[in-house]
Every structure is written in structure tokens, then in C-alpha cells.
């Protein structure tokens, strides 16, 4: 089991529409969680940070996070193509040490 | 946008050359990072330093050095580079390890023949 998960997708959803990117966890003791865009050819860009079990908005978007579950997803309201993007999840697990953990990211496409 | 300069911006060389790419910041953090970015494996951690001359491995280690000198610069070599080292390179960095986030900067593209 890998210990941040996302489906790779292509995830494709109209202009308008709410885009739900979802990523599981597997480390219990997870503390903070991470959400970042990527263009193609581009480095990752942080969009949003999450602590707390609940939701978070930041104009259009919502992290939320549900520790029992172990996930944490990402909502993009009203997508626009210029939302088109792989997302990352990232993780900081303990492992003795805090560790960064990456999930390979999902590929979002927002359809004119 | 957090102050981070990688330079080279794009380098191709030749197999058993050595490489070094370098990461400035200005943010004063603590926390610096090189990770390499390939297709079908996502993000992968090379080596991070937690202070001035404080480094440690990540999970692909193997072929890669790190120095760190002053808080501001971070190193990385390719005592001797292999095609398998293609890739882009990404430099972070962070507050702290514990609950502050990563920011990279523009990455290094770079091509190993």
C-alpha cells in the first residue's frame, strides 16, 4: 500500500462544474496535509493547507479532511479550463523523522 | 512567491561528467530539500538539509551528493552522471519539518546523454 494515494485519473469535468480530487492516507498519526497544482512543464505551486478534521475554503476552493477515514480531497467550484492541472496531495507523516509525502497526483481536465 | 532561484534552468550533458546544481533562497528557512520529478513516479526525495552543513538521504539517495555551506545555498552533485539521471529537479524548501509547507522553485530540466 502506498502511503499517499491518488487515482492518476484524467479526472475530466466541464467548465462550471465542481471537481472532486480525493487522496487517502495510510500513516494514522498524519498531522498536516497539502494540496498543490502543477502545470505541465511547471514546478508545483501550493494551493492549500489543512490541520484540522472539517473544511477549509479559500475562494473556490475547499480542502476537507477526515481523519477517521484517513482522506483528504480537494473541491475546485465553477472549474475553468485554466484549472486544467495535475494535483498533488502531500502528507507529513513521522517516521522517526517528519517525512514529506507525495501521491503522483491527479490529472484534471476542465472541458470548454 | 517564496524567493527560490535554481540555476541551472536547463543543462544537458554527457555520461561520467560531473554535474552540480545549485538552490539560492532568500526566506532565511531552515529547511531545504532536492527532490527529482519523472514521469510514473511523481515527486522523489533525494536528500534535504535541516541547517548549515546538516544533510541527510532520502528515498534515492544512490549517485547524488549535497553540500550546504550557508543557510541560503544548496548543492546538488552528480559525482558522475548516467543517462538514468535524466530527469527534472526540483529544489523546496520549509519553515520546519513538522507542519509548514514546501515551496519549490522552477526546477532544473536536465539531460544526461
Known amino acids: 500500500q502506498k502511503e499517499v494515494e491518488q487515482n492518476s485519473g484524467p479526472l475530466s469535468v466541464p467548465e462550471g462544474a465542481i471537481a472532486s480530487l480525493n487522496c487517502t492516507y495510510s500513516?494514522?498519526?498524519?498531522?498536516?496535509f497539502f494540496w498543490y497544482r502543477q502545470y505541465s512543464g511547471k514546478s508545483p505551486e501550493l494551493i492549500m493547507f489543512?490541520?484540522?478534521?472539517g473544511d477549509k475554503e479559500d475562494g473556490r476552493f475547499t480542502a476537507q479532511l477526515n481523519k477517521a477515514s484517513q482522506y483528504v480531497s480537494l473541491l475546485i467550484r465553477d472549474s475553468q479550463p485554466s484549472d486544467s492541472a495535475t494535483y498533488l496531495c502531500?502528507?507529513?507523516?513521522?517516521?522517526?523523522?517528519?517525512?514529506?509525502?507525495f501521491g503522483t497526483g491527479t490529472r484534471l481536465k476542465v472541458l470548454a | 512567491d517564496a524567493g527560490i532561484t535554481q540555476s541551472p534552468r536547463h543543462k544537458v550533458t554527457e555520461t561520467g561528467t560531473p554535474v552540480t546544481l545549485r538552490c539560492h533562497q532568500t526566506?532565511?528557512?531552515?529547511?531545504m530539500y532536492w527532490y527529482r520529478q519523472d514521469p510514473g513516479h511523481g515527486l522523489r526525495l533525494i536528500h534535504y538539509?535541516?541547517?548549515?552543513?546538516?544533510?541527510d538521504k532520502g528515498e534515492v539517495s544512490d549517485g547524488y551528493s549535497v553540500s550546504r555551506s550557508k543557510t541560503e545555498d544548496f548543492l546538488l552533485t552528480l559525482e558522475s552522471a548516467t543517462s538514468s539521471q535524466t530527469s527534472v529537479y526540483f529544489c523546496?524548501?520549509?519553515?520546519?519539518?513538522?507542519?509548514?509547507?514546501?515551496?519549490f522553485g522552477d526546477g532544473t530540466r536536465l539531460s544526461i546523454l
Open positions: 523546496a524548501i520549509s519553515e520546519s519539518a513538522d507542519e509548514q509547507p514546501q515551496h
Open positions: 502531500a502528507v507529513i507523516g513521522w517516521t522517526g523523522t517528519y517525512k514529506y509525502i
Open positions: 538539509s535541516y541547517g548549515v552543513k546538516d544533510t
Open positions: 489543512i490541520y484540522s478534521n
Open positions: 526566506e532565511n528557512h531552515r529547511y
Open positions: 500513516d494514522r498519526g498524519s498531522q498536516s
